[in-house]
């Protein structure tokens, strides 16, 4: 299902799923989960005290759940394409396609380094309303025992105290100016080096599924995720 852009930025409305991929033997639950409990998320989340506290602290806030370590991020993704590196004769400049235009899309995902799982949606907008439309798709997309502590950046819509936070999903942010420390910006940067770049995309409709290929084709390839994500630092974390 797609979401309409004005309806979006009003109420509630479905966004574009891509592929999830969950991690190698999990079991499915035999009956579907029954909706998460919600909250509305506040300013103060999270120990300041870095990652591993803050895994500490939703250890000990969820006792008997399964701790995930997750990155999340968008990425805009439109008509109006970049340039990007291409294998060509020596001392000829290579011929590309570059669209002017400015019909876009913003790609949400979620990443878990260690295991690999994903999950994407493609969204008309970044908002509150959508990206609590997002945290509600991907808390329902976890097992039922996980807790999955969720890293993403410090942007408005991701701390205002209107954003509705599944009971299963902690928040974590970075610290201030920091996109080097979240592995999924390495995902955009791929994506958009290999699928993304020298296309000419009519309309929404191919913007949308130009993402939805691109992410299916990214997660079609066994372990390309946790080789693009799982940062040696992150080991230690987990340990």
């Not at 291409?86 to 001392?91: F, H, L, N, Q, V």
């Not at 701390?159 to 390495?186: H, K, Q």
Request: hydrophobic share 40%.
């Amino acid at each position: 299902m797609r979401g309409d852009r004005r309806a979006l930025r009003q109420d509630t409305a479905s966004g574009q799923p891509v592929a999830h991929r969950a991690p190698a033997g999990s079991i499915e639950a035999e009956d579907a989960p029954s909706p998460p409990a919600v909250r509305r998320q506040g300013t103060s989340r999270v120990p300041k005290k870095g990652l591993c506290e803050a895994l500490k602290a939703a250890a000990a806030a969820h006792p008997g759940r399964r701790l995930q370590l997750w990155f999340q991020d968008e990425a805009r993704i439109g008509q109006k394409g970049r340039t990007a590196h291409r294998w060509w004769e020596r001392g000829q400049r290579p011929a590309g396609l570059c669209d002017k235009r400015f019909t876009s899309v913003y790609l949400y995902a979620a990443v878990c380094p260690a295991s690999g799982a994903d999950f994407a949606l493609v969204m008309p907008t970044v908002s509150i309303i959508a990206m609590s439309l997002f945290l509600d798709g991907f808390s329902r997309s976890l097992e039922p025992d996980v807790q999955a502590v969720l890293v993403l950046d410090q942007a408005g819509w991701h701390g205002s105290r209107a954003l509705v936070v599944p009971d299963n999903v902690t928040l974590v942010p970075l610290p201030p100016y920091s996109p080097e420390l979240n592995p999924v910006e390495r995902v955009w940067l791929y994506l958009r080096e290999r699928f993304l770049s020298h296309r000419l995309l009519h309309d929404y409709d191919a913007v949308v599924q130009a993402c939805c290929d691109a992410w299916n084709a990214l997660t079609a390839t066994p372990g390309r995720l946790r080789s693009l994500t799982n940062y040696p630092w992150l080991t230690c974390v987990n340990a």
